[in-house]
């Protein structure tokens, strides 16, 4: 690797860029929103973060794990998985989750922290790809509709209409609530005027071309628009719903709801309207409310109940439930009082529980729906909802009863089958057999008959998951999340002994000579070009083990010889991703001389932060009688192949006694001082 300077002067971190290229930032663009960015905040958009030290730990978002081993150090603004290996910056973090490239994820935390970055056509680099002109289309389009409710005469009716519903301007603005004027091609020619190209607005669904071939025409005439947002705050989409129910100021009778399109930017399976908002009090609640419209999610929110979500003109789905699945613990399903509502609910018990999570209902009065208990009840709707919310067995067994579904032994039979199909979705085995009591209890039939039917309901479940799972190429449901960009493998999970360090043979000083080096990276990376020269003028580069160990060390050494010290790079992936990984682990891990040391003769134990050039001293004699070791186990297994050759021994047999010399001279401190 050619050397890297310090400052990567008019880089623009290249091997970064040339990924993605035309697309490029300046280095102080990149400091001023890395600065601006808390890791711990981004992360905990994904991922429940609790902290134990000066760390924050949760359960890794890319790959499968029941026992917490990731981390984040907001001190030094990395992450680090002890499980799978994933680490790095703010930068990484979002790119590997979202399965973004550099410059998106750019954007994104730009745009998150209000950080304005500068047009392609400004520098004269090459004009943003197609994603993020959609993006730039959808931005605008929501400040059209946003500006045409709260500010231009031709939303006063929409305005009007919404206020009469009992939205205030701050629900309004919260939820970027805007209003599409009458008129076929008003938005389209606005976006013109600002240079926006009717392609992109096609590809982000909001004009369609004309049947005639020529022109295009607005998607969206004379409703109320619903912006949908990302959890990290891009618009995606628009839902937009008619100011009545039936006409919509149309000559004909139009549809109540006209929902964006998919596009490269826009999956539906995939997006709930409102987490944005909501993704902090969910995270704090553990608890998320489960609601199917728009107005829903906002008429919830305004009476305080500010942890609900609706799913986005779409059933309820796997990759839905995920996404919550990094917030919350819990789901509540409140669903209109109909049968769509029914169906909508039994469904999603199935899936909130598949995905490990509990799931509640609240059965509405008839006739009833979200939005008009919200306005009913007001403040009180919390209270209100916690009085109704049953677990999932009782709602199972209270809807078939009341519809006199029970009401014959093939109806009882098939409601107590529909009620432990729903417990054998659940993945632990624990879990599943704690609600068998629950389901004896409310059909009044013996734990033990019920027993049979669930495990071989939870098998042949087991099976056709992991038949799915070798169709598609994905894990089979556990609890745990989706992985982001990354395929989950034995390696990947904690509970399997592995070896991530360097190969030498099956010497027990591996372990120890990995430990040692991860000691005197931290030192370097921590104390800087001071350090490094006191390590590197006693410890040669190919004492450190090959691989991401002395490929760190080199990096530090090219460093020392340009001047000055670019701990970024390291964290940025400029000296690979296996060097990343591994000064973002000491860094976060804070890895710290084994006191089994002080066991060893002339091996004195100081804390790093109490003297680190004494701990560096015994660090790099710890290494060096390492590899003095490493050297007489292979001098003594050569000298043992030529003794049962009949060769001469006395070669090896010298080497031996001058290698343990050498030793004696290491421990008592005579090489290094």
């Known amino acids: 690797m050619a050397a890297v300077p310090a400052s990567l002067p008019g880089t623009n971190f290249p091997i970064l860029q040339d990924m993605c290229p035309g697309m490029y930032f300046s280095d102080d663009t990149i400091a001023e929103i890395r600065a601006a960015s808390d890791i711990v905040d981004v992360v905990s958009g994904y991922v429940r973060l609790k902290k134990k030290g000066s760390n924050f730990f949760g359960l890794c978002p890319f790959h499968q794990e029941k026992t917490p081993s990731f981390s984040v150090n907001p001190e030094l603004g990395i992450f680090k998985c002890f499980g799978c290996g994933a680490g790095g910056d703010v ?11 550099f410059p998106e994820a750019v954007r994104t935390l730009a745009e998150k922290e209000g950080i304005e970055l500068p047009e392609e056509g400004a520098t004269s680099r090459e004009r943003a790809d197609t994603v993020e002109a959609i993006y730039g289309a959808l931005r605008f389009a929501a400040r059209f509709f946003y500006a045409r409710l709260t500010q231009a005469d031709s939303g006063q009716k929409a305005l009007a209409y919404m206020q009469g519903r009992g939205y205030s301007k701050a629900m309004i603005r919260d939820f970027g609530v805007g209003y599409a004027p009458d008129g076929w091609n008003r938005l389209l020619k606005e976006a013109e005027a600002k240079h926006i190209s009717v392609e992109t607005l096609e590809q982000a669904g909001l004009v369609i071309p004309r049947k005639s071939g020529e022109g295009y025409y607005d998607r969206y005439r004379d409703r109320i628009m619903f912006p949908i947002f990302s959890h990290m705050g891009k618009v995606l989409g628009f839902g937009g719903r008619v100011l009545d129910d039936s006409t919509g100021g149309q000559e004909n009778t139009q549809p109540k709801y006209i929902n964006s399109p998919e596009t490269l ?49 779409t059933s309820l789905t796997r990759e839905q439930i995920q996404l919550l699945h990094r917030y919350a613990q819990r789901i509540v399903l409140v669903f209109d009082a109909d049968g769509a509502g029914e169906k909508a609910a039994r469904r999603g018990i199935d899936i909130v529980l598949a995905e490990g999570m509990s799931v509640y209902v609240v059965e509405l009065p008839a006739g009833e729906d979200p939005d008009s208990i919200a306005q009913r009840e007001g403040a009180s709707l919390n209270d209100y909802l916690a009085k109704r919310r049953v677990d999932f067995v009782r709602w199972l067994h209270d809807v078939d009863h009341r519809a006199g579904r029970l009401d014959t032994p093939e109806g009882r039979a098939a409601g107590m089958r529909a009620v432990l199909q729903a417990i054998a979705c659940i993945p632990d085995v624990l879990r599943r057999e704690a609600w068998l009591p629950r389901a004896s209890e409310i059909f009044s039939v013996p734990e033990g008959r019920l027993y049979d039917v669930l495990e071989s309901m939870a098998t042949s479940r087991e099976r056709e998951e992991f038949r799915r799972s070798v169709r598609t190429g994905r894990p089979a449901s556990g609890g745990g999340r989706q992985p982001t960009g990354r395929s989950v493998s034995r390696s990947d999970d904690p509970s399997v002994k592995k070896s991530r360090g360097p190969t030498f043979g099956t010497r027990p000083s591996d372990s120890s000579a990995l430990a040692t080096e991860k000691i005197l990276i931290r030192l370097m990376f921590e104390q800087g070009l001071p350090m490094v020269s006191y390590i590197l003028g006693n410890t040669s580069l190919n004492e450190f083990s090959p691989g991401a160990p002395r490929r760190t060390v080199k990096g530090f050494a090219e460093q020392h010889r340009a001047g000055s010290m670019n701990r970024q790079a390291f964290l940025d992936g400029a000296y690979g991703a296996e060097v990343q990984r591994l000064v973002a682990e000491v860094a976060v891990r804070k890895e710290e001389p084994s006191q089994n040391w002080e066991q060893k003769k002339g091996v004195v134990v100081p804390r790093l932060d109490e003297n680190p050039e004494g701990t560096a001293l015994q660090a790099m004699k710890r290494l060096k009688i390492v590899r003095v070791d490493e050297a007489i186990a292979r001098r003594a297994e050569e000298q043992s192949r030529a003794e049962a050759s009949g060769d001469d021994i006395r070669t090896y047999q010298q080497d031996i006694i001058q290698l343990q010399a050498l030793r004696g001279r290491l421990e008592k401190g005579e090489i290094i001082r």
């Open 265 to 313: 930017v826009y999956d539906k399976r995939r997006v709930l309207y409102g987490l944005r908002q909501a993704r902090q009090v969910i995270r704090e609640q553990e608890e998320a409310v489960l609601v199917e419209g728009y107005t829903d999610v906002i008429s919830l929110h305004q009476v305080g109940v500010r942890n609900t979500v609706a799913s986005c003109g």
């Open 91 to 101: 930068f990484r973090f979002v790119r590997e989750v979202e399965g973004m490239s």
